[in-house]
């Protein structure tokens, strides 16, 4: 079997974290599997990159943050690469890199101006910090690795800090790339996060994104499964962390992923399903911390629950925009328009809903995109607010979305009402509703300070914390 396996930061956020990381893809090897491992940076690496990156922006290029970020690295080479000459590698390959992280923020720091392009090389070093230090571990371990950047591998369009993959041209260097390591014999640990274009400029593929790296390269490997190591035990029935009670789904199907993703589930980047579920590989979510716990599998079917609802997600920093206006009424085409502009923007509409009045039109958009995408509204709508058709376009930025998903709603009469009942009981007020045409999704726009009393509420009138009967 051929195991793509990803880990997450806090998977390798420390020496003790990538022993066991390394532990964890030499004992599957040993069972005479092929592993491909994909990395993430340290935990907490990216985001000092991204903040060194803007500061120097403004002028505040501090040196002393490469010397940190060479520190905490360094520590963790010390404590775990026995073997000298390879910990000497790996130290040389991380300080070079730092070198670079270095010049460019120096750059950044006289000229004040970081473009999308430069923020992806610099964002992106962390996961060539981290992927020396565990091909490391495991070469010391006796079994021979390598790092591999995966700009040698994935190429992407130029959407600088949400690249998409060109999968065709992807597929044909992980072909020839692991027939290569197929040969030498090598355990390979790839960089998550990054990859390039067909010129050879580093792209990211969106904060989280290593979970995408690793189903991409999944998929053009034709891997067998692609295994997610993360700190919970597998995709839960809400965040653990807003709903202490919330239990582990032993197995879902591509579309909850997918939606539960969408909307909010953080486990898993939201565009990880895709390239796995073409080819029908199952994507297993691991804990690395509780590594014998089963976790979940995704698969095309996934395990229905008799409840119809699976679990219930939320997703704040987002915004609510508002077309309305007494004469949209019978007026065709303002939607069409509205739709149209927001997609001149290329802003994610997170949910739309219409009143059967058609008085209104909402939308919900990421709160970065949301000024930007009432602009262009209002430009493409100058006609209908002159001649009175719409009144006003209005942006309100303290909303949150909640989502329902469950494969098995479609056809369960009553849930809707149940969700209903729950949010009345618990005094929530919901400001829209909207149910996608594929009924695997009721999402719902509520104030921002309802968001978690609205999740807890609906997984305990569901009974999500309980066993589901199948
Ligand atoms: P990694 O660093 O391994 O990529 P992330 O922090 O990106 O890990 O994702 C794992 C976290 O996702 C969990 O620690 C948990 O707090 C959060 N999370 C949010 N929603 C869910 C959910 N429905 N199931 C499991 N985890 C969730
Ligand atoms: N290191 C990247 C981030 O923090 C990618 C990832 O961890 O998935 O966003
Ligand atoms: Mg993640």
Request: a negative charge.
């Given at each position: 079997?051929?195991?793509?396996?990803?880990?997450?930061?806090?998977?390798?956020?420390?020496?003790?974290?990538?022993?066991?990381?390394?532990?964890?893809?030499?004992h599957?090897?040993?069972?005479?599997?092929?592993?491909v491992v994909?990395?993430?940076?340290?935990?907490?690496?990216?985001?000092?990159?991204?903040?060194?990156?803007?500061?120097?922006?403004?002028g505040?290029?501090?040196?002393?943050?490469?010397?940190?970020?060479?520190?905490?690295?360094?520590?963790?080479a010390?404590?775990?690469?026995a073997?000298?000459?390879?910990?000497?590698?790996?130290?040389?390959t991380?300080?070079?890199?730092?070198?670079?992280?270095?010049?460019?923020?120096?750059?950044l720091?006289?000229?004040?101006?970081?473009?999308?392009?430069?923020?992806?090389?610099i964002?992106?070093?962390g996961?060539?910090?981290?992927?020396?230090?565990l091909a490391?571990?495991?070469?010391s371990?006796?079994?021979?690795?390598h790092?591999?950047?995966?700009?040698?591998?994935?190429?992407?369009?130029?959407r600088f800090g949400?690249?998409e993959p060109?999968m065709?041209?992807?597929r044909e260097r992980?072909?020839?790339w692991?027939?290569?390591?197929?040969?030498?014999?090598?355990l390979p640990?790839?960089?998550?996060?990054?990859?390039a274009?067909?010129?050879g400029v580093t792209?990211t593929?969106?904060?989280?994104?290593?979970?995408?790296?690793?189903?991409?390269?999944?998929?053009?490997?034709?891997?067998?499964e692609?295994?997610i190591?993360?700190d919970?035990?597998?995709?839960m029935s809400?965040?653990?962390?807003?709903?202490?009670?919330?239990?582990?789904?032993?197995e879902?199907?591509y579309?909850?992923?997918?939606?539960?993703a969408?909307y909010g589930?953080?486990?898993l980047h939201?565009?990880?399903?895709?390239?796995?579920c073409?080819?029908?590989?199952?994507?297993?979510?691991?804990?690395?911390f509780?590594p014998?716990?089963?976790?979940?599998?995704?698969?095309?079917?996934?395990?229905?629950?008799?409840r119809?609802?699976k679990?219930?997600?939320?997703?704040?920093n987002?915004?609510?925009v508002?077309i309305s206006?007494?004469?949209?009424?019978?007026?065709?085409?303002?939607a069409?328009?509205?739709?149209?502009?927001?997609?001149a923007?290329?802003?994610?509409?997170?949910?739309?809903?219409?009143?059967?009045?058609?008085n209104?039109?909402?939308?919900?958009?990421?709160s970065?995109?949301?000024?930007r995408v009432?602009?262009s509204l209002?430009?493409?709508?100058?006609?209908d607010?002159?001649?009175?058709?719409v009144?006003?376009?209005?942006?309100?930025?303290?909303?949150?979305?909640?989502?329902?998903?469950?494969?098995?709603?479609?056809?369960?009469?009553g849930?809707?009402?149940?969700?209903?009942?729950?949010?009345?009981t618990s005094?929530?007020?919901?400001?829209?509703?909207?149910?996608?045409?594929?009924?695997?999704n009721i999402?719902?726009i509520?104030?921002?300070?309802?968001?978690a009393d609205?999740?807890?509420?609906?997984?305990?009138?569901f009974?999500?914390?309980?066993p589901?009967?199948?």
């Open positions: 079997m051929l195991i793509v396996m990803k880990f997450g930061g806090t998977s390798v956020g420390s020496a003790e974290r990538i022993a066991e990381a390394a532990q964890l893809a030499i599957e090897a040993a069972k005479g599997h092929r592993v994909v990395t993430s940076a340290m935990s907490g690496i990216t985001n000092q990159l991204v903040a060194a990156a803007e500061s120097a922006a403004r505040e290029w501090n040196p002393q943050i490469r010397d940190q970020l060479y520190e905490r690295h360094a520590r963790v010390e404590d775990l690469i073997d000298p000459d390879i910990r000497q590698a790996a130290l040389e991380i300080a070079r890199r730092l070198d670079r992280v270095e010049k460019l923020c120096y750059g720091s006289m000229v004040h101006e970081l473009t999308p392009r430069l923020l992806d090389v964002s992106g070093m996961e060539c910090l981290s992927a020396p230090l490391g571990a495991i070469a371990r006796g079994i021979a690795s790092a591999v950047e995966a700009t040698e591998l994935i190429v992407t369009n130029d949400a690249a060109i065709d041209l992807t992980c072909q020839a692991l027939q290569q390591v197929t040969a030498d014999k090598i640990v790839v960089t998550g996060f990054i990859g274009t067909v010129e792209t593929l969106g904060r989280g994104g290593s979970d995408y790296s690793a189903s991409i390269l999944g998929a053009s490997l034709d891997a067998d692609v295994w190591w993360t919970v035990n597998g995709v809400a965040n653990p962390a807003e709903v202490p009670e919330a239990r582990t789904l032993r879902i199907s579309s909850e992923a997918a939606e539960l969408y589930a953080k486990v939201y565009k990880t399903i895709l390239p796995a073409r080819q029908n590989i199952p994507v297993l979510i691991l804990n690395s509780n014998t716990d089963p976790g979940t599998r995704v698969t095309l079917t996934g395990r229905p629950s008799s119809g609802v679990a219930v997600t939320s997703i704040r987002v915004s609510l508002t206006g007494r004469g949209m009424q019978g007026i065709p085409g303002i069409a328009k509205a739709f149209a502009a927001v997609a923007e290329q802003a994610n509409v997170l949910m739309i809903s219409q009143a059967s009045s058609e209104n039109l909402c939308l919900v958009v990421g970065a995109e949301a000024s009432v602009r209002r430009s493409a709508l100058e006609l607010l002159l001649q009175g058709h009144d006003d376009i209005i942006q309100d930025d303290s909303v949150a979305v909640v989502a329902v998903v469950g494969d098995r709603m479609k056809g369960t009469p849930i809707a009402g149940n969700v209903f009942a729950a949010l009345g005094g929530v007020n919901v400001i829209a509703i909207s149910q996608g045409s594929s009924e695997l999402s719902l509520v104030g921002e300070n309802d968001a609205a999740v807890r509420s609906i997984h305990r009138a009974r999500l914390d309980q589901s009967q199948p």
